[in-house]
C-alpha cells in the first residue's frame, strides 16, 4: 500500500480547480483557430491559384530571348513549346528549358515568368574557338567541347585543327596556343591551321600569303616572340618566308626561314 502523500494530494486537487480547466479549454481552442485559419489560407491560396490558372490577364503574350549570337530565336521558341495564348501559371518552364538546351548552340537555358504576360529566356551559347577535323568537321568550344558539325550556314572564320585531334590533351594544348597566338598580338583571323602530330605546326597568312611555321614544342611565348622578329627582319628587307623553322630542341630561340620565291 503507497503510503499517504498530502502534496500529490493537493497538486491533484488544483489541476481540477476551474482554472485549470480554463488553461486546457484555452488550448484546445487556440490549437482549433491555428488549424482553422491554416485550412482558411490554403483555401485561399488554393482558390487564386484556381482563378490565376484561369484568367485570360495572365495569358502569354510576350517571349524576350537574350544571349543569342548564333542560335536563332524561331528555332529556340519552336522548341520551347511556349504560345502566345498559354497561361503563365500553367507553363512548365523547367521542360521548355530542357527543350531549348537541345539545341547544339545552347549551353543552358534560364526561364523566367515576367508578370502579367512575358517570359524571359537568358541563353548561354558555346563560344566557338575552332574547326576540328574529323571524319567531317566538328565545331570546339572556348572549353575544349566539341558540340556540333560546322555547317556552311555557320559563317565562322576559324583556325582549322587537324592531325592527332583525337587526342583530347592536344586539343586542350591547342587552345592554350591559339590564347598564345593572341597574347602575341597575332590575329586570329590569319591562323589557317594548326596540325597536331608531334611537333605543332601552323599555317598561317603573311600578307597575301599562306606560310608554314614549325613550332616544334617548348615555350610557346618565346616562339612567337622570334616568329614576329622574323617576319619583321625579313619585311624590311622586302622579303617573305615560305617556312619558319622554330622547332630546334637545343636552340629553341634560333630560327631559320625559307624564303619565298618573289612574284
Known amino acids: 500500500m503507497r503510503p499517504f502523500d498530502?502534496?500529490?494530494?493537493?497538486?491533484?486537487?488544483?489541476?481540477?480547480?476551474?482554472s485549470g480547466i480554463h488553461a486546457a479549454l484555452d488550448a484546445t481552442l487556440r490549437t482549433l483557430a491555428a488549424a482553422l485559419l491554416s485550412a482558411a489560407l490554403g483555401f485561399g491560396a488554393w482558390h487564386s491559384w484556381r482563378w490565376a490558372s484561369g484568367s485570360p490577364l495572365f495569358a502569354l503574350r510576350q517571349i524576350h530571348f537574350s544571349g543569342l549570337d548564333h542560335a536563332s530565336e524561331a528555332e529556340l521558341r519552336?522548341?520551347?513549346?511556349?504560345a502566345p495564348g498559354q497561361n503563365l501559371f500553367v507553363i512548365d518552364l523547367a521542360q521548355a528549358a530542357r527543350a531549348i538546351e537541345s539545341h547544339p548552340w545552347v549551353v543552358s537555358a534560364l526561364l523566367e515568368r515576367r508578370l502579367p504576360d512575358a517570359v524571359e529566356v537568358t541563353i548561354l551559347e558555346h563560344r566557338p574557338?575552332?574547326?576540328?577535323?574529323?571524319?567531317?568537321?566538328?565545331?570546339?568550344?572556348?572549353?575544349?567541347?566539341?558540340?556540333?558539325?560546322?555547317?556552311?550556314?555557320?559563317?565562322?572564320a576559324l583556325p582549322l585543327l587537324s592531325g592527332q585531334v583525337r587526342d583530347p590533351l592536344r586539343l586542350l594544348k591547342s587552345l592554350h596556343l591559339l590564347d598564345a597566338w593572341r597574347a602575341a598580338g597575332f590575329a586570329i583571323g590569319a591562323l589557317a591551321e594548326v596540325r597536331l602530330d608531334e611537333g605543332t605546326t601552323l599555317f598561317a597568312r603573311d600578307g597575301d600569303r599562306l606560310q608554314e611555321v614549325r613550332l616544334g614544342s617548348g615555350d610557346l611565348s618565346l616562339k612567337l616572340r622570334r616568329l614576329a622578329q622574323v617576319r619583321a627582319a625579313l619585311a624590311r628587307r622586302g622579303e617573305r618566308a615560305a617556312r619558319i623553322d622554330l622547332d630546334n630542341p637545343a636552340r629553341p630561340d634560333l630560327a631559320a626561314a625559307t624564303l619565298a620565291q618573289q612574284r
Open 129 to 156: 574557338a575552332a574547326l576540328v577535323q574529323l571524319e567531317q568537321l566538328y565545331l570546339l568550344d572556348e572549353e575544349g567541347r566539341l558540340f556540333k558539325r560546322a555547317e556552311p550556314r555557320d559563317h565562322l
Open 6 to 18: 498530502p502534496q500529490a494530494v493537493a497538486a491533484l486537487r488544483r489541476s481540477q480547480t476551474p
Open 78 to 82: 519552336e522548341r520551347s513549346g511556349l
